[in-house]
């Protein structure tokens, strides 16, 4: 305990000087050798006299008396501890319980307080000197009081400490005064500490329901109030935005109605200036019409009406409620008028975040196609996750394109960028490509003008994209890949596995390039999953461990069909969106797009086949054959493949390179009780001019189609239509 400044003392007796430092040169004086066990050992003087101390001046006990101090005499020898009445009443002696020793007085001591006294005391035995103290002791009562004591050593004739002579006077009031100022300087930390904490978590706020959360959860440090409403103000009218200790139907009348003039929210709205109000009666005083709406719906009976002001305009007030009168002292105004100002910034932030997010996602909206067609033979399921904020809106997109024929093409890209300019680029580009494959084009074509169409807008813009084309008739699938991700694919037996597409250079970057087509076969019940990067890719993620995240949840067990109520496949759809929205890496933007295969009837694939070819189009005769090799061994039929691929090409081959137009290639099975299996082949064009039998030499390199048809084909022959012509053969499955 620090020592205090000392009071005025008594008269002195002080022994000669010149003795006592003779004394103290000569080594008579023995110094006190401490405390034992809680006790001032006193000194033993070995039959030494003891000198006289003066006689107390007159007018000093009436000057004691009136100043509350009390005198105290310790014989240190003896240990002896002897006071006046008044002293008696400061220490709160006992005659019950206190011996007048120096043991007994140090027990009546505060535990922490007792160890200072005692070193003081004793440094001023051992020096003949002075000391004093601060120190709480507890009364029998058990009050706790403190006590200022301010004491001299005397020593006798050869220098020895003899007496100890001194006043004291109670300090109580101190202590009380201390404790108080302890507790203000706690609770000054504690609401330095909530600011920082409700600075932390309103700007952390990022919605308006969020900042309404934050307020109506926050406990105020010496504060507590026992209601909380959080309202903006928008065209006069309040908005209740959140609350805590009122219920919705107390708030109900209030939402959305006019802030009425006389109401104590009013003023605070016209004012700028909260207002404070620390009673019932102040409340029905100040604002009467307001109290005969307020005075039975709500029991409370103090308020602080806070006006939340953002870029100096009000935009809306919060309400602090008590349940018992309350005036407010200064730092509690202060801490409430500084929580208003943090809510404001934060409600006015939070607005201008909710108004741009759903101007981004209605601009998402309108992007992206409502409703994924149905195509028979395939089911789709479809999800886009957001990751952006605000105007943030990215340039993901899917589509899904009914082909002629009863084919169906899957579109899925990201436009650079994650802006309103990336998401009107995608738009353009996405009504763009589903117009070149609705025509018909190929996939590699489709992609080919896609890239040119990006290129012309000139946006300094690229795109990345994935187009497949799938065959409805049996399971084929045609991709095309424009520096996007590889398909992954779950197989009939359950596993997942990343489809490898041979891959071209982005849209928009090379408009001249051209992309190569990549084909893979579909079993019945095989997915096609199609993402973009958000999915498998992130800062503390790379490709190849987000490709093995989405092949393991491609791969777990799903519920057969009519098992669920919902389709196996939205249960996939979801299983992936829910793996990636919990994600906590997750940065991007995430379209997801799944087909699957469900096949014809029975199992079986259609026995037909149906293309059409671009005229000049050599490169598709190959994919054509490719086309029908599949579709023969799927029919039942592999021992046709080889005659019926020659004689399709040379067909086609003929179509597209002596006509100007189109063709349209049409292979059919046909299995009849009595003829047997037959397959038949069409080819047919706008061309009036019919194709000629030749005998070529043995050197041409042409000429040599027709020979082959009549040679291998069981049957074969040209016929018209209205214009244009049909060619066609047939081969019988032995």
């Not at 959140?242 to 802030?259: K, V």
């Not at 109290?291 to 002001?309: D, G, T, V």
């Not at 149906?610 to 029908?628: M, S, Y």
Request: net charge negative; aromatic share 6%.
């Amino acid at each position: 305990m620090a020592t205090e400044p000392e009071p005025p003392g008594p008269a002195r007796r002080t022994p000669p000087a010149q003795s006592s430092r003779s004394a103290a040169r000569d080594g008579l004086a023995r110094r006190p050798a401490g405390l034992a066990a809680g006790r001032m050992t006193p000194l033993v003087s070995r039959g030494l006299p003891t000198r006289s101390g003066d006689s107390t001046p007159d007018w000093l006990e009436p000057a004691m008396a009136a100043n509350g101090i009390g005198s105290f005499d310790w014989d240190i020898r003896r240990d002896v501890l002897e006071g006046d009445t008044r002293a008696c009443s400061i220490l709160g002696l006992d005659p019950g319980r206190f011996d007048r020793s120096s043991g007994a007085f140090l027990a009546m001591l505060h535990p922490e307080d007792a160890p200072v006294v005692r070193r003081r005391v004793e440094r001023a035995v051992a020096e003949l000197g002075q000391c004093g103290a601060y120190y709480r002791t507890v009364f029998p009562g058990g009050q706790l009081h403190a006590v200022r004591f301010r004491g001299r050593v005397l020593a006798d004739a050869f220098g020895r400490a003899s007496r100890m002579v001194g006043f004291v006077w109670d300090a109580t009031v101190e202590l009380h005064k201390r404790e108080r100022a302890g507790e203000l300087a706690v609770l000054r930390e504690e609401r330095s500490r909530f600011i920082k904490e409700a600075a932390r978590a309103l700007s952390e706020a990022v919605t308006v329901r969020d900042v309404a959360r934050v307020f109506t959860e926050l406990p105020l440090p010496g504060l507590p109030p026992d209601g909380l409403v959080l309202a903006s103000l928008e065209a006069g009218r309040l908005h209740v935005l959140g609350a805590s200790g009122y219920n919705s139907e107390d708030m109900h009348p209030f939402h959305r109605a006019p802030l009425q003039p006389s109401h104590p929210g009013a003023e605070a709205v016209r004012s700028r200036l909260p207002v404070f109000i620390g009673s019932r009666e102040e409340y029905a005083e100040r604002f009467p019409e307001a109290w005969e709406q307020l005075a039975e719906r709500f029991p409370r009976s103090a308020w602080a009406f806070l006006p939340l002001i953002a870029s100096g305009r009000v935009i809306g007030v919060c309400l602090v409620s008590f349940d018992d009168d309350r005036e407010l002292d200064a730092d509690e105004r202060t801490l409430l008028t500084t929580l208003g100002g943090l809510v404001a910034q934060s409600l006015a932030r939070a607005r201008l975040h909710d108004a741009e997010h759903e101007l981004a996602a209605g601009l998402q909206r309108v992007m992206l196609p409502r409703t994924v067609p149905a195509v028979p033979g395939v089911t789709t399921a479809v999800r886009y996750l957001a990751a952006g904020s605000g105007l943030q809106i990215g340039g993901d997109w899917y589509d899904v394109v009914p082909l002629p024929g009863g084919h169906v093409g899957l579109v899925i890209g990201d436009v650079q960028g994650h802006d309103v300019h990336a998401a009107g680029i995608m738009g353009q580009l996405r009504i763009a490509l589903r117009a070149y494959a609705a025509e018909g084009h190929p996939p590699a074509a489709v992609m080919a003008r896609a890239s040119r169409f990006l290129a012309d807008l000139d946006t300094d813009h690229f795109a990345t994209c994935t187009y497949a084309e799938v065959n409805v008739d049996y399971g084929v699938v045609y991709a095309v890949r424009a520096g996007h991700l590889d398909p992954v694919v779950r197989r009939s037996d359950g596993t997942g596995v990343v489809m490898p597409v041979v891959g071209g250079l982005p849209l928009g970057v090379a408009p001249d390039e051209e992309y190569r087509v990549t084909r893979f076969s579909l079993d019945p019940g095989e997915t096609v999953v199609l993402c973009t990067d958000g999915l498998v890719e992130a800062r503390g993620m790379d490709l190849d461990t987000g490709f093995a995240r989405l092949c393991e949840a491609v791969g777990r067990d799903l519920p057969a069909r009519g098992e669920s109520a919902q389709d196996p496949l939205e249960l996939l759809a979801d299983r992936i969106a829910s793996q990636a929205a919990d994600s906590t890496e997750r940065e991007d933007d995430i379209a997801l797009l799944l087909l699957r295969w469900d096949g014809p009837a029975g199992g079986l694939a259609a026995q037909q086949l149906r293309r059409r070819i671009g005229q000049a189009d050599l490169a598709r005769v190959a994919e054509l054959r490719a086309e029908l090799r599949d579709a023969l061994r799927r029919w039942g039929v592999p021992e046709l493949v080889d005659t019926a691929e020659l004689l399709a090409s040379e067909m086609v081959t003929n179509a597209i390179r002596h006509t100007d137009q189109d063709a349209m290639f049409t292979a059919r099975l046909y299995r009849e009780p009595s003829a047997g299996t037959r397959l038949r082949v069409e080819v047919e064009d706008e061309s009036d001019l019919w194709p000629t039998r030749r005998t070529p030499g043995e050197q041409a390199s042409s000429g040599r189609g027709l020979m082959l048809v009549e040679a291998l084909a069981d049957a074969w022959g040209v016929e018209p239509r209205g214009s244009g012509k049909r060619m066609w053969f047939e081969l019988v499955a032995e």
